[in-house]
């Protein structure tokens, strides 16, 4: 396994869990959309929890 795929694994693992969204609507996700998601989810994550 490479490490771009170890990485989307990553990705689609933390969006999984935060979103309830299943593994082939994350996959067919492009890459840029995939990445802003994340940072979304991110913030919120960090501002929920106080550490923003």
């Known amino acids: 396994m490479t490490v ?3 990485r989307l ?4 693992g933390f969006l999984a869990y935060y979103l309830h969204w299943s593994f082939d609507d994350l996959l067919s996700l492009t890459h840029s959309v995939r990445r ?7 913030a ?3 501002a929920e929890s106080g550490s923003a």
């Open 36 to 42: 802003r998601l994340l940072t979304q989810v991110s």
């Open 4 to 6: 771009g795929a170890d």
């Open 9 to 12: 694994w990553e990705e689609i």
């Open 44 to 46: 919120l994550n960090q």
